[in-house]
């Protein structure tokens, strides 16, 4: 918990020196050129994640599909099944790093969702808003360093 206080406070730290740098004085010419890249980088991010979604079949029917059928939606990466991570201090770094992915998000609420991590196997659960806010959090969870598998229990609750 401590780690992730002291990560959420260095990640507001970053956003409010990133926010003070482009709109200081004398950026308004480098502004547009840092806005016109900004863009173009969260374009390609948008691309590359739909992607890795579609990859991993994270749909929102097949997500409903298998919430229906089976009450958990699960994801294997199959280079890592059979080497599972057995440090509990990794497991701890591989939940901190989700909470504070989860935290960045405006979409997903980090209150709402429980991440917990055994031998880098991550269960989320909890609530989301939608079937696509529950892909986003497993393409989150699953695009983190030292995880083998993600399962998800999130159940969609409308607010």
């Given at each position: 918990?401590?780690?992730?206080?002291?990560?959420?406070?260095?990640?507001?730290?970053?956003?409010?020196?990133?926010?003070?740098?482009?709109?200081?004085?004398?950026?308004?010419?480098?502004?547009?050129?840092?806005?016109?890249?900004?863009?173009?980088?969260?374009?390609?991010?948008?691309?590359?994640t739909k992607d890795k979604m579609d990859e991993l079949g994270?749909?929102?029917?097949?997500?409903?599909?298998?919430?229906?059928?089976?009450?958990?939606?699960?994801?294997?990466?199959?280079?890592?099944?059979?080497?599972?991570?057995?440090?509990a201090a990794a497991d701890a770094r591989i939940t901190a790093?989700?909470?504070?992915?989860?935290?960045?998000?405006?979409?997903?609420?980090?209150?709402?969702?429980?991440?917990?991590?055994?031998?880098?196997?991550?269960?989320?659960?909890?609530?989301?808003?939608?079937?696509?806010?529950?892909?986003?959090?497993?393409?989150?969870?699953?695009?983190?360093?030292?995880?083998?598998?993600?399962?998800?229990?999130?159940?969609?609750?409308?607010?």
């Open positions: 918990m401590r780690a992730f206080i002291i990560g959420f406070i260095l990640g507001a730290a970053v956003l409010v020196a990133a926010v003070w740098y482009l709109h200081g004085p004398g950026n308004n010419a480098s502004l547009e050129s840092a806005r016109d890249r900004v863009a173009a980088d969260a374009k390609e991010a948008e691309t590359a994270l749909t929102p029917d097949n997500i409903r599909d298998e919430l229906s059928r089976t009450g958990k939606v699960i994801r294997h990466k199959s280079e890592a099944v059979g080497h599972a991570i057995s440090d790093a989700i909470k504070a992915k989860l935290v960045g998000d405006p979409d997903l609420s980090a209150v709402a969702i429980s991440v917990s991590t055994t031998d880098g196997c991550v269960t989320l659960s909890g609530s989301a808003s939608s079937p696509e806010n529950i892909r986003r959090a497993m393409t989150l969870a699953y695009n983190t360093d030292g995880v083998t598998q993600v399962v998800s229990t999130l159940l969609v609750k409308q607010s």
